[in-house]
């Protein structure tokens, strides 16, 4: 191998925040996507993904096990040492991976119980000598204000308290960036309502009293309000200098509908004034359109992309499609991330399958002309940490 790019620092620009009482109760759960609401999904199916396979031998070598052992016997001994202390767990697989940064998105979970204070301390105990900066979700804001007030919110009202949430919280915090998962609601076609379609929209969503629609006609009600929230933060990240993260490409189901999430959809909201001048980061690639995205990166000066979400959770994904976007991203314009949340596991993974996996990809490209090895040097520092300083400001 030509390159080792194993103790390289590393800047995880997106994922979330994981506790023990969000772990899946079944080891390797996550990687697959379905709910068990109509059938259960058999655990049988969960053992065989190669996510799944890959992260055993991973652990097995951390934990100095045999790589052969049992799968039992590899995910016993992490539940013991993560049990006895999760905190030295956490900072052990931190710095096997050297995550130096960590860009944590706070809007999780996308379904379920919200965050209880409890679980949010557990994380902030576990992160102590972790350098966490935070990432705002626009829609779990909007639900909380809404959730948390004493009476109905006329749209102006809410509009106040939303622009004083967001700015206290940039003003008083660590705050690095805004982010939106509109494409998890109405899609990434993001139009441009007027204040009069946002407010009626807004009260359709929070407060219509007609509850069990098709979700067709839910989407349709919610989408001049999400729209308009989404230029909201535009307009918030231009005033405070921070970037817009946007969800794009494949998520959770039932919610995440495919069809809605191709990168390209966003024509008509990058080709603007004000959007094209704040800097906007289109999440994981836009897997599985990745080639989609390679262009929404190169035709627009103020967009970047990550390799979010592939890293973690689609096993050998990484190896295919991080190299289609080397195809037309500049390097300068692709940062690591793992979208992690509620696991730990995942987070440490895919930093140190990803560095092995660019090493390969970077070896390749040496071989066959395309880069220098100084250059392969040079752009995986980029690529782990570099960019992500810059572009977030860190
Ligand atoms: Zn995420």
Redesign the pocket.
Same mark, same amino acid.
């Given at each position: 191998m030509m390159f080792d790019f194993s103790d390289l620092p590393v800047v995880d620009c %997106?994922?979330?925040p994981f506790m023990p009482s969000r772990e899946k109760k079944v080891y390797g759960r996550r990687y697959i996507l379905s709910s068990d609401r109509f059938m259960k999904v058999p655990e049988e199916d969960v053992r065989n993904t190669l996510a799944y396979r890959m992260i055993l031998i991973e652990l097995a070598r951390l934990l100095h096990l045999d790589p052969t052992s049992s799968d039992e016997e590899i995910i016993k001994t992490r539940n013991e040492l993560a049990a006895k202390d999760y905190k030295a767990y956490v900072e052990m697989l931190f710095h096997d991976a050297n995550i130096v940064s960590y860009l944590n998105?706070t809007g999780?979970p996308i379904q379920g119980a919200r965050l209880r204070a409890d679980e949010s301390a557990a994380f902030e105990s576990a992160t102590e000598n972790i350098d966490v900066r935070e990432i705002i979700r626009c829609e779990m804001t909007c639900n909380h204000i809404v959730a948390d007030a004493d009476h109905r919110l006329s749209f102006p009202e809410f509009m106040d308290l939303y622009r004083s949430n967001i700015a206290s919280r940039i003003k008083n915090g660590n705050v690095i960036a805004l982010k939106t998962v509109i494409g998890y609601f109405s899609g990434l076609e993001i139009l441009d309502p007027d204040e009069g379609e946002a407010a009626s929209s807004f009260d359709e969503h929070y407060y219509a009293s007609e509850k069990n629609l098709p979700m067709s006609r839910i989407r349709a009600a919610q989408k001049p309000f999400r729209d308009y929230m989404v230029h909201e933060c535009v307009r918030l990240c231009d005033e405070f200098g921070i970037p817009l993260q946007i %969800?794009t490409g494949a998520g959770d189901p039932p919610s995440c509908d495919l069809r809605l999430m191709h990168p390209g959809l966003l024509y008509e909201f990058l080709n603007r004034e004000d959007t094209g001048r704040i800097r906007i980061a289109l999440?994981h690639g836009g897997y599985p359109f990745a080639e989609e995205m390679c262009f929404m990166v190169n035709g627009y000066a103020n967009v970047v992309t990550d390799v979010?979400?592939m890293t973690a959770d689609d096993s050998i994904a990484v190896e295919r499609v991080f190299p289609v976007l080397l195809e037309k991203v500049p390097l300068t314009k692709i940062m690591y991330g793992s979208?992690g949340?509620g696991d730990v596991d995942p987070i440490w993974f895919a930093a140190v399958n990803f560095k092995k996996v660019m090493a390969r990809v970077f070896s390749n490209l040496v071989d066959r002309d395309v880069i220098t090895h100084a250059y392969g040097e040079k752009a995986a520092r980029m690529i782990l940490s570099e960019n992500a300083k810059r572009f977030y400001g860190l």
């Open positions: %997106h994922a979330h998105e999780f %969800h999440l979010s979400s979208d949340a």
